[in-house]
């Protein structure tokens, strides 16, 4: 029964709750690797306990942002 209420209210909006979940994940992963990218992040500290969870999800992050390859020299993910 909770499965037809999710599916009848959540249904419609199902592309888009997806869509704003991989942008918010792009994001995060932006937050995280702003260092191995060059911009300054005043929270490196903090993000740097982030980086474990993030090598997961580096090939599907770099491949949606149109690299072929990981910018990274530490993280060969391809």
């Known amino acids: 029964m909770s499965r037809g209420f999710r599916d009848y209210y959540a ?24 260092e191995e ?18 090598y997961g999800e580096m090939h599907a992050w770099h491949r949606r942002a149109g690299l072929e390859r990981s910018p990274f020299d530490t993280v060969a993910c391809c």
């Open 11 to 34: 249904g419609p909006y199902r592309r888009r709750l997806a869509r704003s979940a991989r942008d918010e994940q792009d994001l995060l992963m932006m937050v995280v690797l702003a």
């Open 37 to 54: 990218l060059g911009v300054p992040n005043p929270a490196a500290f903090y993000t740097l306990e982030l980086l474990p969870a993030v």
